[in-house]
Structures are given as C-alpha cells and as structure tokens.
C-alpha cells in the first residue's frame, strides 16, 4: 500500500484538503511586508512563486538559505507582490463586531493589546495591512469586541516571543536578531547588554529618540561576535590557529565542607507594580520547604530573598550594593533580560548562577545551570513514534500553529505524510445529513467526520496543528467520535496515538477526558502525578506548612533548593555535568553546551494519557 496516500476513500478526502492545509503567518521586516511560510513536501520554487504571486529571483533573493535548495520544514520568508493584480480591499468593519482605536503617542501592539486584553495575533489578523512596530498617530486599528477581556498579560507576551521567534527563523544575517521589550528596559540597558552604543541601536532599528523603545516591541538587537584570534587580547598557541574561537576557563566552584553554612540569594519577581505573584510566592515556598528537608540532614542554609520585580533597576541596585559578594549560590533572576547582568557578576566571583525557569537564548557563561530542559533533546523519548512505523496525518484547520508544525516535520525529514484539513460543522447540521442519508438520499458525509482517517489497517500517529483552544477541542472530539463510530458498526478502526503540542496544557476549557480518548502523547518540560504516594507526602507536608495546595511552581521551587544546595556539598566541584538528579518526579541531567557553554537539563518527559484513564510518564 502506498503510504502516502493509504486507501482511495482517503486519497478522495484529501484532494480537497492538501492546499489548505499552509502554515504561514505576516511578518513585517525592516517595514516590509512578508508571509513567513513553513515549507511542506511537494514545494517547489515555481510552485511557490506561483501560489504566491511572486518571481522565483524575488524568493531566492528574500533567502539567501535557498542557495542549498528548498527543504521540507525550514521556514523562508515570500515577499508580497508590489503591484497585486487585484486591488486588495478592506472588510467593512461591523460596529456590532469591531470598536475602533486611534493610536496615541507611545501606543504599540502589544500595549493596545493589554488595554483591551485581547489577544496580540487576533489585532494583527484584524489589522493585516498595519506594521505592528511602526504604528503612527492617528491610525485606527480595528479591535474585534468578542475577543475584549480573553487574553491575559502572560498569554500576550508568549504570542510576542512566538512573532519574534518566527522573525528570527526567517532572517539569516550574521549582523543581527531581533529581541522583544520586556518590562523595565529601555535603549540604554538594551544597548549595553547587547555591545552597543545607543545611537547605533536607535540607527539599527530606524527610530529617532529613545523613547521609541517600548515595551512589547519587536526590535533589532547586535548579534555578539564570535571571539577570534583577530579581535581578542588572548594569545592562541600556533598549533591551534584552525579553531576560531577562544576556549572559555570553565568556572570553578569551591566546595562547601559540612558543618559549613550555605549562603543562598533567591532573586524572584514577587510583585509587579505592587501585586503579589502567586507563582513565584509558590516557587518561594517550594524552595523553602525543599532547604528545611536539607536543614534535617543536617545541613545549615541561610537564603536571602530579593524581590527583583521584572525591574532591570532593581537587579541594578542589588548589584551594586553587593550583597551577593558572600554568596555561594543564586537562583534566578526568573527572565533572562535580567538574568544576564547577575550572571556576569557572578562569573567573576565564581559563583553559580541557577535558571529555575526560562529558555535561555541570549546568555552564556560557565556559571549558568539551566533548569528548563534544552530545545535539542526535545524529541528524543518519542523517536520511536516518528520511526516510520506509523502512518503520519496532519490534520489541520483555518487556523495553524506553525512553529509547532515545523518542529514535527522537521523530525520527519523525508519521510513520508498525509495533510488533511477539519472543517467544523454544527451538530444539528450533521443530524440532518443523517437522517436524509437514513432516507435514501445521496447526501455527502459531513466535513467534519473523521472516520475516513481511521479507515486503514495501518497504525497512525495524528498530528493536529490547529492553533486555537476550541479547534484543537472540535478535532479531538471528531476523532473520538470516528473511532467509537467505527467500533459500532464492527469496522476495523486504525489503532493510533495523537500527538499533542503541549501548549494545550495551557488550554483551561478544553475537554481532557478526550487526551485519554486519543491516546494523546506529550511532551513536558515538568510533570508531576498527584496521586503518586512521594507528590501525596510533599502536598501533605505543603499544606501543613503553607495552608495551600501545592502549584508546578512550588514543585520546582522545591527540586531547585534540592538538586543545588545539595550540591553546593557533593558535586559543585564537578559543576553537576552527567549527574542525574530526581528529587520529585520530574529528573534533571545538566549537559553543557557548546556554543554557549551553559549547563542546561536535557530530561524533557513524556507524558502518555491510556484509553485506561491512566496517565504514565517517562
């Protein structure tokens, strides 16, 4: 059997459904317009030039990559035509549906967003034809009024990194990347983070004054400089003129003796313009219950709390009052903008710098733990559900997460697939279908039936790229429904597993009765099973301390204080490399890496939800 195609009744479904099934997404670049396009299989230049309007000089131009030819999952950016052949007009704007924004002085995207709490790719979908970082006074900009008040200020700023993170898949300079505001940082700590001057940031980025950079803004940042024998006061002996780049001093770190006191600096946002953080509050209380259960072995541990608030002055302060002179670890910042200044004082003084949360992207340094596990590993407890074994099925709808489409066909290479799109039809629709089929009438099966997919004797693994909550919700029911449909009718369903972005454990009014339904896989960079006895003893003993259920914060906060305290003792001397800690259940090996030299967790774990309503991890 052909695997890309299955069986005729498949191969049918899908004539309709394969061009459909982009993933693309606007993207504005030095002020010009650009749809950044995650390439499929079957793409060709011509093809793409074709689709696109656009001439196959024009898309080798946009990417220089191309000089290497066109690769399934890489993702290139396509100019927009300058002459369209059809004069583009803008959807009238219903008063009933859409309220109107002028923009004022010092409005950007993101802060549009968070005044209506909407969310940051809904106003770019409304207002396509509007450069999100050169917005002018006095435009209007069109916010879609069912859409006011569902997005909260964590939700926005991740839809910002995943904009900036397209940017810089697209962009191939060695000269530049592009970074997002955060809060509290202005031209003059941007640019000195990044090597640069002011001017020459203000000049990268084509604004006139400082006060241009805001936060939530998309902006050029300088990309650091390799260190070479050129440019740096190091000598390189003769025989090693071939590498290009200095060999960093590894930090060495002393080791406590026992009996020894453990001075420890916990750096956490705790309160934002005067509001508590409940997560960090958690993560605090985590680590302090994670240092008394040191504290009874015998352990002796004083920790510091400074409240760094997001606030790039703030860390400034504690910098330079130092009272982390005499400290033997620091945990945080939590965001890598603040971070890499306590990072660099720390590696002066050879003290480790743990990061509890973050992806780091911009920081290096010998002295960084980083807890979050790194991006490389990702997919290698599911290796054996991309082996070719399964028939791969894509099933898309109007709306595509392509960072997470490209990372899965990225893993697939050459292998072979099949795309499908969902189209959502209401039930009361599908009832009447059925009931005139019932009658004898030739009616065709409904959009939204997903029985065909599961019509084969191959095992197949469903990947759903839907990029909204109620989507990913509507195709996980459909498939749901498809099997037991099947089974009722005694047909011989394809065994399959859907494997899930783990983006939807962020979903809250998703049903996760259908995770089991599914066989849903996923990948977590924390897992914690409530009913298992060790998580039953630490909530009990959280709850006696703090009067609260335990969150995944305080989880960490407790593995923090456990794997690097402990440590201080036991292995600091061998800065945790190879070692393979579990205090809970969620396990950490520290791997350096080589570019940044970074220590980072390379334990993603997967997380299986059974048909049995039984969740296992590994």
Same mark, same amino acid.
């Given at each position: ?20 099934a ?36 024009q ?46 002085k ?14 940051v ?13 050169h ?11 069912s ?15 995943e ?5 810089n ?13 955060h ?37 050029k ?32 770190? @002393?080791? $406590? +003796?026992?009996?020894?006191? =453990? /001075? ?5 946002? *705790? #309160? ?11 993560f ?35 910098i330079?009052?130092n ?17 890499i ?9 050879s003290?480790?710098?743990? @990061?509890? $949360? +973050?992806?780091?992207?911009q =920081? /290096? ?5 980083? *807890? #979050?596990p ?6 290698d ?16 709808s109007d ?6 489409e ?20 209401h039930p ?21 039936d997903?029985s065909?997919?599961?019509? @084969? ?61 599914n ?12 009913s ?27 593995d ?27 396990p ?12 980072t ?11 049995n ?6």
């Open positions: 059997m052909n695997r890309r195609i299955g069986i005729a009744a498949i191969a049918a479904l899908f004539c309709c459904g394969v061009a459909s982009q993933s693309e997404q606007i993207v504005y670049i030095d002020g010009v317009k650009y749809t950044a396009y995650t390439v499929a299989k079957g793409d060709t230049l011509y093809s793409l030039s074709k689709r696109y309007g656009v001439t196959i000089d898309l080798e131009g946009a990417n220089p990559v191309l000089a290497e030819g066109l690769k399934a999952g890489q993702m290139i950016k396509i100019p927009h035509p300058a002459q369209p052949t059809k004069k583009q007009k803008q959807p009238k704007r219903s008063k009933k549906q859409f309220k109107s924004h002028v923009v004022r010092g409005d950007t995207f993101y802060s549009i967003a968070r005044l209506y709490e909407i969310s790719t809904t106003l770019m979908e409304d207002n396509a034809g509007i450069d999100p970082s917005l002018a006074v006095g435009q209007t900009l069109y916010i879609r009024r859409e006011i008040g569902e997005t909260t200020e964590n939700e926005a700023r991740e839809q910002i990194e904009q900036k993170q397209i940017m898949n697209v962009v191939t300079t060695e000269e530049y990347s592009y970074h997002v505001v809060r509290g940082e202005d031209a003059e700590n941007i640019a000195s983070r990044f090597g640069t001057t002011v001017d020459k940031l203000l000049a990268l980025n084509g604004f006139e004054a400082p006060d241009k950079v805001r936060e939530g803004l998309i902006i940042v300088p990309k650091p400089k390799s260190v070479t024998a050129e440019n740096s006061e190091q000598q390189i002996p003769a025989d090693t003129t071939e590498q290009s780049k200095v060999e960093v001093k590894p930090a060495t770190f @002393s080791t $406590l +003796a026992h009996g020894q006191r =453990a /001075n420890v600096a916990l750096m956490l946002p *705790m #309160s934002v313009d005067g509001k508590v953080s409940q997560n960090y509050l958690d605090y209380q985590g680590f302090l219950l994670g240092a008394d259960h040191l504290r009874m072995n015998g352990y002796q541990i004083h920790i510091d709390l400074f409240n760094t608030a997001h606030n790039h002055d703030k860390v400034a302060q504690i330079e009052s009272t982390l002179e005499n400290t033997h670890l620091i945990v945080g910042p939590v965001y890598e903008d603040t971070l200044p306590v990072a660099n004082y720390a590696e002066q003084r003290i480790p710098v743990v @990061s509890p $949360l +973050a992806n780091l992207t =920081a /290096n340094g010998t002295n960084i733990f980083q *807890m #979050s790194r991006l490389e590993t990702k997919y407890k599911v290796s054996n559900l991309f082996n070719g074994s399964r028939r791969v099925v894509f099933i898309s709306t595509t997460d392509s960072a997470f490209a990372e899965v066909k990225q893993i697939l290479g050459d292998r072979e697939y099949i795309t499908h799109k969902y189209i959502y039809e009361s629709v599908i009832e009447k279908r059925e009931k005139a089929r019932q009658n004898g009438e030739n009616v065709p099966p409904s959009p939204s997903l065909p997919l599961l019509d @084969s004797e191959e095992p197949s693994l469903f990947i759903i790229t839907a990029a909204t909550e109620v989507e990913t919700d509507r195709i996980l029911a459909a498939l749901a429904s498809a099997s037991i449909s099947l089974k009722a009718r005694s047909i011989n369903a394809s065994s399959y597993i859907v494997f899930g972005n783990n983006k939807w454990n962020r979903y809250r009014n998703i049903d996760k009765s259908l995770f089991f339904a066989n849903v896989v996923m990948l977590s960079t924390y897992h914690i099973d409530r298992n006895p060790i998580i039953q003893t630490f909530s009990a003993q959280y709850v006696k301390a703090f009067d609260m259920l335990p969150s995944l914060y305080a989880y960490r906060g407790y923090a204080a456990q794997v690097f305290i402990r440590s201080l003792y036991d292995k600091i001397d061998k800065a945790l490399e190879g070692s393979r800690f579990q205090p809970l259940q969620t950490y090996t520290f791997v350096k890496d080589n570019q940044t030299n970074i220590r967790n390379e334990e993603w774990v997967r997380v299986n939800y059974n048909s309503f039984t969740i296992t991890a590994e």
